[in-house]
C-alpha cells in the first residue's frame, strides 16, 4: 500500500450537512482530503490543533498516558479506506523492542493522536484515487471555518489563567481571542 503523508489544514462548518469536516492537505502536493465528522469531534481536533492544556485529562490524553505508561510510542496514523462514506483508519504503535501494532481507529481519534504527538499522517494513495464528489463539495463549501470552538476553548483558558493569577499567558490567550475575532 503506497502512502501519502497529509497534515491537517483546518476545520469546516457543512452547511449542507450541518456538520463538520476536517480537511487534510497533502504535505508535498495539492490535494485536500475532508473527512466529516461530528461536533464534539471537531472540538476535540480544535484543542488539539491549538495545543489548548486542559484542567483534567480528557479521553485522548488519557490514550496517550497509557501507551507511554506502558512504553510504546505512536510512529503514526494511516487513512486506510472509504466505505459508503465511512473512512477508516488504523493507529500505528511501536514497542522498544521495535515490535508494530495496528489498531483499528476512527479517523478523527486517530487525527487527534497524531495532533497531540506531533507524527505523521498518511492516507492510502489507493483511497485518494477514490474520493467521491460529495467527499470533494465539501470543499467548496468552505466559508465557515470552525473559530467559535476556538475562541470558547480560548477563553476557558484566559479565565483560568487570570484566576491563577497568570497574566503572562493570560495577555498571551487575550491576544489569540483578539485574532480571531478581527
Known amino acids: 500500500m503506497k502512502l501519502v503523508e497529509f497534515l491537517v489544514s483546518k476545520i469546516s462548518y457543512y452547511r449542507s450537512n450541518k ?3 476536517v480537511v487534510l492537505k497533502e504535505i508535498n502536493g495539492n490535494r485536500r482530503l475532508p473527512i466529516m465528522l461530528g461536533s464534539y469531534e471537531a472540538h476535540s481536533i480544535a484543542i488539539a490543533m491549538e495545543s ?3 484542567q483534567r485529562p ?4 488519557l490514550l496517550i498516558n497509557a501507551l507511554q505508561g506502558v512504553g510504546l510510542n505512536l510512529k503514526n496514523v494511516t487513512i486506510e479506506r472509504c466505505e459508503e462514506d465511512i473512512f477508516f483508519s488504523t493507529i500505528n504503535i511501536v514497542s522498544p523492542s521495535l515490535i508494530e501494532k495496528h489498531i483499528d481507529s476512527r479517523p478523527s481519534d486517530a487525527i ?4 497531540k504527538l ?3 499522517i498518511f492516507v492510502n494513495e489507493h483511497l485518494l484515487c477514490k474520493i467521491n464528489k460529495n467527499q470533494l463539495a465539501i470543499l467548496d463549501d468552505d466559508q465557515n ?3 467559535s470552538t476556538k475562541i470558547e476553548s480560548l477563553e476557558n483558558q484566559l479565565q483560568k ?5 497568570d497574566y503572562e ?3 498571551k490567550l487575550r491576544d489569540k481571542i483578539k485574532f480571531f475575532n478581527d
Open 19 to 21: 456538520s463538520y469536516a
Open 52 to 54: 489548548i492544556d486542559t
Open 58 to 61: 480528557l479521553t485522548h490524553d
Open 112 to 115: 487527534i493522536l497524531a495532533l
Open 118 to 120: 506531533q507524527c505523521p
Open 145 to 147: 471555518i470552525i473559530q
Open 161 to 165: 489563567a487570570i484566576d491563577r493569577e
Open 169 to 171: 499567558i493570560a495577555a
